[in-house]
Nanobody, 121 residues
Framework: QLQLVESGGDVVQPGGSLRLSCAAS????????IGWFRQAPGKERELLSC?????GTINYLDGRFTISRDNAKNTVYLRMSSLNFDDTAVYYC?????????????????WGQGTQVTVSS
């Protein structure tokens, strides 16, 4: 059974950094692209970064977010830096139905439960 579990969310001060983890089971990372998303209260879910099945990466937001993966641990990471209040959100990872990265949220079909990131002074 395909499953994704996010972790690493926390309360951080403005300017701080955080690394989120997305542990995958039921498949290997080379089979699908994995995207990191976030959703803030009252806002639409947005795509931040994606790593394809072959390991290529795309950032859709800005350079403060870096996606990577550890094939041995079957885990995808999102490194975030220079966090500000607008980064407060629930962060999700999801598999794409194809090995490549796409911008359309509808093509991402398996989601984790999310992890909360709160930027607060």
């Amino acid at each position: 059974q395909l499953q994704l579990v996010e972790s690493g969310g926390d309360v951080v001060q403005p300017g701080g950094s955080l690394r989120l983890s997305c542990a995958a089971s039921g498949f290997t990372l080379g089979q699908y692209a994995i995207g990191w998303f976030r959703q803030a209260p009252g806002k639409e879910r947005e795509l931040l970064s994606c790593i394809s099945g072959s390991g290529g990466t795309i950032n859709y937001l800005d350079g403060r977010f870096t996606i990577s993966r550890d094939n041995a641990k079957n885990t995808v990471y999102l490194r975030m830096s220079s966090l500000n209040f607008d980064d407060t959100a629930v962060y999700y990872c999801a598999t794409n139905s194809v090995p490549g990265c796409t911008r359309q949220l509808i093509s991402y079909d398996h989601w984790g439960q999310g992890t909360q990131v709160t930027v607060s002074s």
